[in-house]
């Protein structure tokens, strides 16, 4: 039988370590591989505008080498939009970003830019999504 829950596990903090070491160790693609194989239903990685954690090489590295659908955690600018359209997650989580964080410490300001929202949600839906999550 199915269950109605799914897992999904964030691997951000494997990219944090490994690039904290300044090497390709732990590897992102390893421990998703990790993860999949103990249950998971899906990946989720946030790629920052300043790819401080993810870099935009490991989330087409995931895509082309995962079976597991990927969850793509972004900001909502027209750089990360383009992104998403040619990487073509199976979900997208807009998420604000503050530069001088450390880690996100507020909720997405929907009344901010309005009209670029519905734009973005618009095409991200034309273009690939099933499920978008704000």
Request: charged share 30%.
């Amino acid at each position: 039988m199915k269950s109605k829950y799914k897992l999904g596990v964030n691997i951000d903090h494997i990219a944090t370590l490994r690039n904290a070491r300044g090497e390709n160790f732990p590897s992102v693609l390893q421990a998703a591989k990790v993860a999949i194989n103990a249950g998971a239903d899906s990946i989720t990685v946030h790629l920052r505008e300043d790819q401080r954690h993810i870099k935009s090489d490991d989330v087409i590295t995931l895509k082309k080498n995962i079976k597991k659908p990927l969850n793509l955690e972004m900001a909502l600018t027209r750089e990360m939009l383009s992104f998403a359209i040619k990487i073509k997650p199976k979900y997208v989580c807009f998420v604000p970003e503050k530069r001088n964080e450390l880690t996100t410490e507020g909720g997405l300001n929907l009344f901010y830019n309005v009209s670029f929202l519905t734009k973005a949600i618009k095409k991200l839906k034309k273009t690939i999504l099933k499920y978008l999550y704000l």
